[in-house]
Nanobody
């Protein structure tokens, strides 16, 4: 069974930075593509970024967020710079198999494994 644990969330002022980490275990991370999603207060979970055979970002975070994946250490990261109040959300990392077909990296339905989430709060 694959397990994911996010960390690195917290309270930060607008314009600040945070680096989220996703520790994975159970199976080597090089068997998976990784995505980050977020759920703002009172809203649906939404795509933020993914790394599969390419990297993908939702438009609102392009140029500010960077996703990365360290297969040797089974870790994933989301570097978030120039944070805005609207980035406030619970952030989740997720995985789906590199052997899966017909999956979209920006679709929640593609992902088989999820972490518990980490809260990011950006104050004005």
């Amino acid at each position: 069974q694959v397990q994911l644990v996010e960390s690195g969330g917290g309270l930060v002022q607008a314009g600040g930075s945070l680096r989220l980490s996703c520790a994975t275990s159970g199976r080597a991370l090089n068997n998976y593509h990784m995505g980050w999603f977020r759920q703002p207060p009172g809203k649906e979970r939404e795509f933020v970024a993914a790394v599969s055979w390419d990297t993908y970002y939702t438009e609102s975070v392009k140029g500010r967020f960077t996703i990365s994946k360290d297969n040797d250490n089974n870790m994933g990261y989301l570097q978030m710079n120039d944070l805005k109040v609207e980035d406030t959300a619970v952030y989740y990392c997720a995985l789906y198999s590199i052997y899966a077909h017909d999956r979209r990296a920006d679709s929640i339905k593609s992902y088989s494994y999820w972490g518990q989430g980490t809260q990011v709060t950006v104050s004005s």
